[in-house]
């Protein structure tokens, strides 16, 4: 089968499990992107920390120009530290604490996205005692239904994100009148791992539909945030590497006016591809009717699967031999603790690498102590 090339030598020396990061893959899509909207200056792209916030890639990302989307003040911190610049941080999240609005107003950021009238009412007394203004957009809850697991979609009026789209107006005539608070735009995100842009298009006619309304009523737009969510295709790593960045912006490009400065917040699709967690095989158990491959990779260092059933391609670098159907478990007391069932694999052994690919977004950023296992650490290809 068709494998991703690793530097196996180097990996020799090294204790499993660990995220090998591909610093020129990540560059290659920051390329991709930079260029798809270069047409476009008033259009800006912000990386969505969440997805992966180990300080390399935060500083290579930022080197590259985007702005960062924060749901945290640790992330609104993580960011200030990489080197991104202040106005180019937004900061979204239902329940923000005082402390982290704080943060942001005396860091200067560019954006509180506020997700509720009463978020509003607190910020604007904050920045008042602070004799500092907020930048605010008001999340919209769009009520589009991203067709993508349902762990992850957040554009529903049922999720709790956003104000719900028949109640934006009452919210916008709030921020115009408190103190303190400069109204800038609205902002959206349906959802995660979205790859039918048709979920992108419905979203774009909602926003259409909702600037035409405010216009008629004579209140401001300002500029649109349209969030995150484009999808990777994680069944293919070597044949598609990036995400369809350019079916993405085009269905922007097409359906929404030039007339508005666009912002977007993509997380996955810029971090995904370029990690992968490395582990060795522990043991193979012959079960029953199948066979396992112990990992010293588990669920604390990558828990998409046993978290959403999000599946990885799963690649034995160390092998060529025949190809076997294993369940390809890690060492955690959890029966979800799998990676993957029945996966085809060349033949493990003792020792074998392996490789779990598109691991580098909600990878890293997701892992934990449980069981007292330490952070897998993080390696990176160009040194
Ligand atoms: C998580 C998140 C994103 C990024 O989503 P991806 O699917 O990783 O692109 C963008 N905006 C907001 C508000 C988010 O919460």
Redesign the pocket.
């Known amino acids: 089968m068709l494998k991703g090339s690793y530097p196996l030598e180097r990996f020799a020396q090294l204790p499993t499990p660990f995220y090998y990061y591909d610093t020129a893959l990540l560059q290659q899509t920051l390329d991709t992107v930079c260029a798809q909207v270069a047409d476009r200056p008033t259009w800006q792209v912000?990386y969505?920390i969440?997805?992966n916030h180990n300080p390399q890639i935060l500083r290579q990302i930022a080197v590259a120009g985007l702005g960062a989307?924060c749901?945290s003040g640790g992330e609104v911190q993580a960011a200030l530290d990489a080197g991104f610049v202040p106005e180019g941080i937004v900061f979204?999240?239902v329940g923000k604490a005082d402390w982290e609005m704080r943060l942001g107003l005396e860091a200067g950021i560019g954006r509180f996205?506020v997700e509720s009238t009463a978020e509003l009412q607190v910020l604007s007394e904050l920045a008042t005692s602070m004799g500092k203004t907020a930048l605010v957009s008001i999340?919209v809850n769009p009520d589009i239904g991203a067709h993508t697991l349902a762990g992850?979609t957040?554009g529903l009026a049922e999720n709790k994100?956003g104000i719900y789209h028949g109640q934006v107006e009452d919210v916008i005539r709030e921020a115009l009148s408190l103190p303190s608070i400069r109204y800038c735009g609205l902002?959206f995100?349906i959802?995660?791992?979205?790859l039918d842009m048709a979920d992108f298009a419905a979203l774009c006619n909602r926003i259409n539909d909702l600037c035409a309304r405010l216009e008629r009523r004579r209140l401001p737009v300002g500029d649109l945030n349209v969030?995150?969510?484009?999808?990777i295709e994680y069944g293919h790593p070597n044949h598609l590497p990036l995400a369809d960045f350019k079916s993405y912006f085009n269905t922007f490009k097409q359906l929404l006016p030039p007339k508005y400065p666009v912002h977007f917040?993509?997380?996955?699709?810029?971090v995904?591809s370029c990690g992968t967690l490395i582990s060795r095989v522990l043991y193979v158990k012959e079960g029953l009717a199948r066979k396992f491959a112990i990992l010293d990779a588990g669920m604390n260092d990558l828990v998409r699967p046993a978290m959403y059933h999000a599946t990885h391609r799963i690649e034995n670098l160390s092998s060529d031999g025949p190809e076997v159907p294993y369940d390809v478990v890690g060492p955690i007391c959890e029966s979800s603790d799998v990676f993957g069932k029945g996966v085809v694999l060349n033949e493990c052994h003792r020792g074998d690498f392996i490789a779990i690919r598109s691991a580098g977004?909600?990878g890293e950023s997701m892992a934990s102590n449980y069981n007292c296992r330490p952070f897998a650490p993080s390696i990176f290809s160009d040194f």
């Open positions: 912000h969505a969440k997805a989307d749901v979204a999240g996205n999340r992850i957040t994100f902002h995100h959802g995660s791992q979205i969030g995150g969510g484009l999808g917040e993509l997380g996955r699709s810029i995904a977004a909600y």
